[in-house]
Structure formats: structure tokens, C-alpha cells
């Protein structure tokens, strides 16, 4: 470890990003003006289901300060009305036969300012014609259902996949076996990243060299140029995709969306750079929404052990398959459904259907649908506890993947790294007082007060790679780190990896303090440029740490190699005489004989042995030899008002392990935004349809997010268990708390209400849903 004035891992080293951000010197992509540049607006569809007749635009060309009015036509002329999506279909650029959500995109004005550009959207005139729209996956695969997706050669119905994982065998044996059963149909509803940023991008194609400066909200900056080259038919070293200050992704900003496709062919044929910023309306109605999954779990019991575990899922992936997962992955990560537990057969059917609505599935601060899982299992388990007459925190204890167990390979093929399930658990448990408060709530109940007590012990999954198992459209799942290190000591850090407020600037800084002993302050991270970073998959589903960190600390320790070669020749001493300690190589045995890492960058400028390269700088592309498994135990402590069904939290106690921690205080930042979505998500936020497929949700008055109001108070724990795999040891964290505390929460209001029988609550679990189960069960008052 670095010393407290180095400054390495496990120091709470202030945010560096945030010098610029507090003051509000950041620069994000609407702060990007060029020279000549013009606006972009697109003109979205009313409708969920329509042919499109006709579209008039001469209406809209007339208006003055309209310089181009661009239609699916155009686009087709260029081959780009249609674009491959993440997960290998297509989707529609711009409309050119059909609309097939509310929001999508049917044409685009280009204007001297953003305003003309607006009110030129209401002088295009089109003509649809309304057809049925389809709004749920069960509706979508009935056999009379619409074919949404008629323009795909041999799609015939609205099913996209069918997937399975497991051994269906072993858990059929399971299931005969068991004394008893127990199962919960639930859905995870829509719900949307909403980061505070929308999505936008300038598009600067230049003339005279033909160079693509693309400046865009970008969370993989260099997966979107590849795309980019094989979309639009761009040599890649001509397009440079500069992804500047970013307002949050939670995995908003993965997919590529038609605006900035629009943009750029704009840009291309008008010889002009082309702004496009989209409006809240235009972010929530049309891009990545995340979950929509309909669940069907059952447990195998034999005493208090689980024995099997199988689940049933229909996905609803709106209007195009773009869910941003890795290839070989259908349902994305939801294999890992067995969670923390030590379930020997397990089985997943897995189905995906086309609907009426907007594409997505993206990992909203989760791995790859491992969020769903997640909730599924912890659900279940508590459902099973119940039916046994065990507590909930005691057959989990029984039940989990025992410390010794580890390298625990899951019954779906997960090889878990690390993990200390029962001592987060306890951590957790002591924290709230448990024993007390499972009696304060008998004693309440006596009184007419209605207590719940909710947990979930999440096991995560997040680091992807390894490349041989996981890609995206095809770019196999590494990352990396470029380190040059001047000769005054000073060093620049370039990532594949893109922050989105989560802190790189600092925490990697402190990763090469750790390795090489340069104080963070010393070590500029630069990324999200691709004509300056070497090339990394971005930073989505916590894999920055995991993938990026561990390149960092292995470029690191290879420059730390070099610099003791050069030290060696300063000394006069053999490698082997020398000892690292504190930012500095000395001769064993003899500490005042030493030369510090900045003596050693100078040498590497100025005096190295004959035969050695100059410079102190290399390049590491880091595929991870397997995931990390970040874990923890969440509790949550809620009240219902027996007279409404408002539900309030009193307490949240969180124990997260992701390993060892490289700055505290950034880890517990993650996990309090992390816990704050997760209540948001369980308790407010839904994106719904009408039957015509309407969004209701299209704005912040109806897709309700968490304010400081209503956010709980967080209590945080911890326990570390290294990742043996991973050279500092450390797992990702970004999205444990969004993964794992939606279970807790609807728990513990399923808890103030099991004494009655009740089961299962949908979420959000608003206060109409609990006054309905109060009113059945008889407790309202
Ligand atoms: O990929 P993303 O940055 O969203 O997620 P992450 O790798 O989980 O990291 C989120 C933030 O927490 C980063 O700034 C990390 O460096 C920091 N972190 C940490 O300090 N220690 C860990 N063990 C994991 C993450």
C-alpha cells in the first residue's frame, strides 16, 4: 500500500473532477459551438402503430433559417435509413414505411438555430394510416397478434428469441424431489435511466479533409466508432468521437440513436457541423429504457435447502431488439438468477417478444438484466421463508454459497471469484438490531401498527470479459490503459473507459499512486477522445474498475519494472539488490541509497543503460481472466398507514463488499445514488402505455423520480473480500445498490403484511397497491 502522503488506494482522495463540475466549468456537448454550426430537430411519431402514406415537406422547407428537411427517403438514397442495433436486428433511422413506437424518429429539420428547427417540425405534413398497436409480449406472441416487424424477411409473428440456460434435467429431478414448491410471478416493470444529461451530439464533418469530429454523450466512445465505420461506410481513421463531460449514463448512453446518425449524414451533405441536443420528452419517450421483464420463478425445497431453481421469462423489447448485452447472451446476464445461493439445479427459459414501444433493455446500472435476477431470487426467497415458517435472514443464512465453497461455480455456469456472504449478512443484521426489531414489530402489531422488515443479499456480476465470452456486436470485451510518464515525473493516464460522473479522474490516478508512487495530483486521467485513448469497450454494466483498473495497475507495474532496470544502472546495483518501497527503488540493506519514481522518469529521458529504449511510457490491453462478484446485504425498515397505504422507510442499512475499495469516499457516494434509484424504482417510477400505446411517462410529472424529499436515510457497512483474480483486488460497485435494493424495499412492505397472507406486491409499490392488499387482508383501517 501507498503511504497516507502518496495518497494510493484507500484514501478518500477528493474528487479532482469536481473542481471544474462545482463550479460549473464543466464542458458538456451542448456547450460545444463551432463555427457555422446549425441545429437539429426530429419529428417524432403520434402514433405507436402506423403506415406512413405520405410525408409533405415542402411546408417546413419554406420557412426561413430551414436549410434542410430530412425524411427516411433521403436517408434510404445514402443506405442509412435503417441501422444495426446492439444486440445484432436492425432499426429504422428515420421512418420510411411503417412507425412502430410513440416517439420514433420520422424526420429531421436542420436549422440556423434550434427554435426554426422546432417550429419547422409542425409544417411537416404526414399522412398515417393507424394500425393495431401491440403493447404487451403476451399480446405480442398471440397468434393473431400484428406482425410489427413486417419488413424483415421470413418474421412471420412478433417473437424475436427463445433461450435457455441450465440443466433443465437435474431440475426436473429437483422439482420431482422436493417436499415442497414455492412460486412468484412478478414483473419487473419499464423504468428509465433518466440521467440528468439527455442525449445529443455536433456533428463536424469536414470538407476539406473528410475527418468526422463527432462530439457526443457517449458511455463507449470507441465501440461507436467502429459502428460508426461500419454503418455509415466512414473509414475509421477519419472518424474521431470526442465523448466530452457526460451528466450521467446508467446506461442511457450506450446504444447509438438515430439523432446522432441523422446529424452526422446532415453534416456529411450540408459541409456544415450539426448540433443535435434532445429534450427530456425526446430522452424519456425514445431511448434505452431498461427492465420490462415478466417473471415466473419456482424453488425446489427438501427441508429448509433449496434444491432447484427454475424461472420462465418474457421480455418486452419494443419495437427493435437493442438491448446492450453482450452477443452470446439473449436475456443478457439473467443466468445469474441462483444469486447467492446454493442451488444445485437450476433451469431458464428465456423468450423475447416485439411490442408497440420504444427499443432499449439497456443495462440501467446493472450488468446485463442481472438486476431482474436479482430481484427475482430475493423475492422468491423471502416468499419461501414464509411458507416454511423460517425467518427470512435465517434461511438465507442457510442457504447461502458457504465462504469455503469459493471459486463457487453456479448451477447456470457462473464461476463466482470471491465472496463472505454470512458475514455481510451478520454485519448487516447487528447494524439494524434485528432480534430487537423482529420484536418491536410483534409488539406494534399488537397495537394496530404495521411493521415490515425487508432484505436482500444480492450477488452482482460485472467486469465483462472475458473477451472470449463476452462481446459487443462483435468487439470482444477488454479495456485499457496507456501511461506516459514525463521525464519531470508528472504522467498522463488514457483510458478506453469513459466516466459519466462516477470519478475516474480521481480513483485511477490513485490506482498508478498505488502501483508507481506519482500522488494522484500528479496523474492527469484522460479519456473519451478516441484520437487520444487506446481503444476500450466504455464504461457500462461497473466494468470500469474491474477491466480499466486492472490495466492500469498492470501498465503500472510494468513501467515500475522499467524504472527498476534504470535504477539498477543509477545505483550500480543489480536488480535484485533493489526494494520498492514508498514511491522509491533503494539498495537493500541500505535505504539512503535509493532514487524515487521521479529521479527514475527523469533518468528514463536522460541516462539509461546502453541498448534500452528511451521514455518511461507503455500501453496494456487487459482482458479479465473472469468476472467480479461485488455482494452485500441490504435491510430495510418501512411503516404502512393503515388508513392510506403510504408506506414510509425509517431505516436502510446497506453492507456492499466490492472488494478492496480505492477511494471510500467515492464508493459510498455510488452506493447512496445507487440505493436512492433503487427506491425509486420500487416505490414511483414506471413508464406505462395505454392501449394504443401512449406513453404515460413522458415527462417528470408522470415518470415520478426520487427528490432529496423523499430519499431515505442511508446507513453504510462494509466487509472486504478481495477479488483473487483482479490485480489490486478490487470489484466494480457502480450499480451494486440499484441491483440489489429494489428486492429489499418491496420486501420489507410484503413483510409488514405476511402475518396476513399477503405474498407479492408489484412495483412501484405505490400506496393504491398497498391500501388494495390492506382492504384484502383485512387490515385497513
Ligand atoms: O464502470 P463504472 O465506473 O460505472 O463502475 P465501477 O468500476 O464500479 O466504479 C465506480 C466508481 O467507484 C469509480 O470511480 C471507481 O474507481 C470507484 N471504485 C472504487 O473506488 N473501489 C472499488 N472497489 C470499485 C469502484
Redesign the pocket.
Known amino acids: 500500500m501507498a503511504t497516507a502522503e502518496i495518497r494510493g488506494i484507500g484514501h478518500s482522495v477528493e474528487r479532482k473532477e469536481d473542481a471544474r463540475f462545482i463550479r460549473g466549468k464543466g464542458t458538456y456537448v451542448d456547450d460545444i459551438t463551432l463555427p457555422g454550426m446549425l441545429h437539429m430537430e426530429l419529428l417524432r411519431s403520434p402514433f405507436a402503430h402506423a403506415r406512413i402514406r405520405s410525408i409533405d415537406t415542402s411546408r417546413a422547407a419554406e420557412l426561413p433559417g430551414v436549410v434542410a428537411v430530412v425524411t427516411g427517403e433521403l436517408m434510404a438514397q445514402h443506405k442509412l435509413a435503417w441501422m444495426p442495433t446492439l444486440s445484432g436486428d436492425t432499426q429504422a433511422v428515420l421512418a420510411t414505411d411503417k412507425v412502430r413506437f410513440q416517439g420514433q424518429e420520422v424526420a429531421a429539420v436542420v436549422a440556423d438555430t434550434a427554435y426554426i428547427a422546432k417550429d419547422a417540425l409542425e409544417l411537416i405534413d404526414v399522412d398515417y394510416e393507424p394500425l393495431p398497436a401491440v403493447t404487451t409480449p403476451q399480446q405480442a406472441l398471440e397468434a393473431d397478434a400484428p406482425v410489427i416487424r413486417d419488413e424483415k424477411e421470413g418474421q412471420t409473428d412478433n417473437r424475436i428469441y427463445q433461450w435457455e440456460a441450465g440443466d433443465r434435467e437435474a431440475t426436473d429431478r429437483a422439482f420431482a424431489e422436493a417436499d415442497k414448491v414455492v412460486s412468484l410471478d412478478t414483473f419487473y416493470p419499464r423504468c428509465h435511466p433518466s440521467p440528468l444529461e439527455c442525449c445529443g451530439c455536433v456533428a463536424d464533418v469536414n470538407p476539406a479533409t473528410g475527418k468526422a469530429t463527432i462530439y457526443m454523450t457517449s458511455q463507449a466512445p470507441h465501440a461507436h466508432r467502429t459502428l460508426f465505420a461500419l454503418v455509415a461506410g466512414l473509414p475509421e481513421q477519419k472518424i474521431r468521437i470526442v465523448s466530452p463531460d457526460i451528466g450521467g449514463g446508467f446506461g442511457n448512453k450506450v446504444p447509438i440513436y438515430p439523432g446522432y446518425v441523422v446529424a452526422t449524414a446532415a453534416s456529411l451533405l450540408l459541409g456544415k457541423p450539426v448540433k443535435w441536443i434532445e429534450d427530456r420528452t425526446g430522452n424519456l419517450i425514445s431511448t434505452g429504457y431498461a427492465r420490462d421483464y415478466h417473471m415466473h420463478g419456482e424453488l425446489a425445497l427438501k427441508g429448509n435447502r433449496i434444491t432447484g431453481l427454475r424461472t420462465t421469462l418474457l421480455s418486452d423489447n419494443g419495437a427493435f431488439y437493442a438491448d446492450a448485452q453482450p452477443s452470446k447472451f439473449r436475456a443478457g446476464l439473467f443466468h445469474i438468477v441462483t444469486g447467492s445461493y446454493d442451488i444445485p439445479a437450476a433451469h431458464v427459459v428465456a423468450e423475447g417478444a416485439y411490442t408497440n414501444k420504444a427499443p432499449g433493455g439497456v443495462a440501467y446500472r446493472c450488468s446485463f438484466r442481472v438486476t431482474e435476477a436479482s430481484y427475482l431470487i430475493e423475492r422468491l426467497v423471502q416468499t419461501a421463508a414464509y411458507e416454511l415458517g423460517v425467518d427470512p435472514a435465517e434461511f438465507r443464512l442457510q442457504n447461502f454459497i458457504k465462504p469455503e465453497q469459493f471459486p463457487y461455480e453456479s448451477a447456470t455456469g457462473f464461476l463466482y471469484d470471491s465472496g463472505d456472504y454470512p458475514k455481510a449478512m451478520k454485519l448487516a443484521l447487528e447494524k439494524l438490531g434485528y432480534d430487537e426489531l423482529r420484536r418491536e414489530q410483534e409488539e406494534a402489531r399488537k397495537e394496530g401498527r404495521l411493521i415490515g422488515i425487508g432484505l436482500a443479499s444480492f450477488t452482482e456480476v460485472v467486469g465483462a470479459g472475458p473477451g472470449k465470452h463476452y462481446d459487443i456486436a462483435g468487439l470482444r470485451m477488454f479495456d485499457s490503459a496507456e501511461l506516459r510518464v514525463h521525464p519531470t515525473g508528472k504522467a498522463v493516464l488514457k483510458l478506453g473507459?469513459r466516466?459519466q460522473g462516477?470519478?475516474?479522474e480521481t480513483?485511477?490516478a490513485q490506482i498508478v499512486a498505488n502501483e508507481l508512487g506519482i500522488p494522484p495530483e500528479d496523474v492527469e486521467v484522460q479519456e473519451g477522445d478516441t484520437d487520444h485513448t487506446p481503444y476500450g469497450l466504455g464504461?457500462y454494466a461497473?466494468?470500469?474498475?474491474?477491466v480499466a483498473?486492472a490495466a492500469t495497475a498492470v501498465i503500472s507495474r510494468k513501467l515500475r519494472e522499467k524504472a527498476r532496470t534504470i535504477a539498477a544502472h543509477l545505483l550500480e546495483t543489480a536488480e535484485d539488490d533493489l526494494e520498492w518501497e514508498n514511491g522509491a527503488f533503494h539498495v537493500k540493506g541500505a535505504p539512503e541509497r535509493a532514487k524515487t519514481i521521479q529521479d527514475l522518469a527523469f533518468a528514463a529521458y536522460t541516462d539509461i543503460p546502453d541498448g534500452m529504449e528511451a521514455g518511461l511510457e507503455g500501453v496494456h490491453y487487459y482482458d479479465p481472466p473472469n468476472m467480479t462478484f461485488p455482494f452485500g446485504t441490504y435491510a430495510v425498515v418501512v411503516e404502512i398507514d393503515r388508513g392510506t397505504g403510504e408506506w414510509k422507510v425509517k431505516r436502510v442499512v446497506a453492507v456492499d463488499d466490492?472488494?478492496?475499495?480505492?477511494?471510500p469516499m467515492?464508493?459510498e457516494g455510488?452506493i447512496m445514488g445507487g440505493l436512492a434509484e433503487g427506491f425509486g424504482i420500487a416505490a414511483m417510477e414506471l413508464i406505462t402505455f395505454d392501449e394504443d400505446g401512449n406513453c404515460i411517462g413522458s415527462n417528470f410529472m408522470d415518470y415520478l423520480l426520487p427528490t432529496s424529499w423523499e430519499t431515505p436515510e442511508f446507513e453504510l457497512g462494509e466487509t472486504v473480500t478481495p477479488s483473487p483474480h483482479h490485480p489490486i483486488g478490487?470489484?466494480?460497485?457502480?450499480e451494486s445498490a440499484t441491483v440489489g435494493s429494489p428486492a429489499a424495499y418491496v420486501n420489507a412492505v410484503v413483510d409488514a403484511l405476511a402475518h396476513a397472507g399477503v405474498r407479492n406486491l408489484e412495483m412501484p409499490v405505490t400506496s393504491d397497491k398497498v391500501w388494495k392488499a390492506l382492504v384484502e387482508a383485512g387490515l385497513a383501517e
Do not use: D, E, L, Y
Open positions: 473507459v466516466s462516477q470519478g475516474h480513483t485511477f464504461t461497473s466494468r470500469s474498475t474491474p483498473g466490492c472488494g478492496v475499495r480505492i477511494n467515492i464508493v455510488q478490487a470489484k466494480g460497485v457502480g
